[in-house]
């Protein structure tokens, strides 16, 4: 395992991202040997807080890791705090002296990470001032990972970019999209291109739709504040879909290098139809949920939830078909579906094949529906809660008749495989170590990414949704099924219907 020598200066260290997500992965990537002893941390925010009470909030984020406590007070003792306000230039007087000895203490050589993890509206000052205050101006190598939001349309995120350009060039800038950091989002890549079975039917030819699932079982919770000003398209739809959409649809890259897959990634997204609004009104349903039940649990409302508008009209719930207008996938419906309180948490992806030309047992088994078709395989990426891939064929019925069933071969990974993986910011945080920025997003597919969505928005600003208009703890509004239905397609997932035979939902 090799050493990292770093200073890392976390923007924003009194936040929840910080302490759910960073210190815990900085953590495991130093109980694995990635950090030792040549590496510091600055956390800065606008609380007063001491060196000493830093750390012990970082102790008390690890708590659950099963640490013994001279480990992990010899770990915190990598930890500085210092109290900041970003706005104001002497602030960084004294983080640069700070850092500087740091450096010199733990002999970081003058590597840098900075990492953002606060409101998106500072970055841009944060930026110039590390410019300003010749914070980049070490020996070492200088990289900026950035949290989303990047902007909240092409416009903002230009601005952005162009601020955070001045200062870092665009190699040492890692836009950080978690989903690119969970294993079987990496896993993409692998069984495409790992199985013949598969990348040699992986077109308009033999692939009938694409189906991704983002289902979240979880309200806003204490988000309300930020996702009333956001809601599903930009939050979930910009980064978390067009990145797995990116993936899944992309040419074979030359080579499995960072540069290559991105180049494969920009032109699969630069492929995806920008939808006139009378494309956006025939391809995608927006929804907002009402209160509902599910089992014995009552939900409020979006409308009701805190820091949510009383007549707020932030869409809570996604779906739609985007048109890729290439050789390979022209023709084949790309199915989109995210939302809150929904019925099941659930990442999944479905490729759906097309059936055999025909199906020489209907006039056997379905004499009475001549018109009946086999199921389609379909190939299933489970992404959480379960990992794994499954795919359904046809087979015999064991018994003298001849009829078809539905076999799924099934590959999940153990539950105690998943719990031992990396988590995806312990991934990315050593990815950003390394300067590999493969599962980072680059400014192209960021640029892309908003003008295919601020063509929806835009046509949804200028019309006043119906809403609420899905129940808490179903799948989303009758017309996200009827979107499918109309191509002679269904949704494969339908978590919903275990509970409605039931009576629980
Ligand atoms: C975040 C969104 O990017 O992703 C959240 O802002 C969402 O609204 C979250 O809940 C989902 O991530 P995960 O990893 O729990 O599926």
Redesign the pocket.
Known sequence: MAENNVLFTIFGATGDLAYRKLYPSLFRLYRKGDLQEHFAVIGTARREWSDEHFRSVVADSISDLEADSQEVAKFASHFYYQAHDVQDPEHYVTLKKLSDSLDEKYQLKGNRLFYLAMSPSFFGVIVKELKAQKMTDTSGFHRVVIE??FGSDLASATTLNDEITATFAESEVYRI???LG?EMIQNISAIRFGNNLFESMWNNRYIANVQIN?A?S?G??D?GG??DK?G?LK??VQ??ILQILSLLLMEPPAAFSDEEIRAEKIKALNAVRIYTPEEVNRYFIRGQYAAGKLEDNEFLGYREEANVAADSTTETFVAGRFTVDNFRWSGVPIYIRTG?RLTE?G?RINIVFKQVPINLFKTDVHKDCEERQLPENVLTIY??PTEGFSLTLNGKEIGPDFKTTPVKLDYRHSAETVENSPE?YERLILDALNGDSTNFTHWDEVAQSWRIVDAIRKTWDEQKPDFPNYKAGTMGPEAAFELVKKDGFEWIWQPEEWYRERDLL
Do not use: C
Request: charged share 35%; net charge positive; no cysteine.
């Open positions: 989303k939001p999209d978690h989903y969970k983002l979240e979880l806003v919770e988000r930020y996702y956001s599903a939050d979930m980064n978390h809150k948490k990442t992404i959480q995806a």
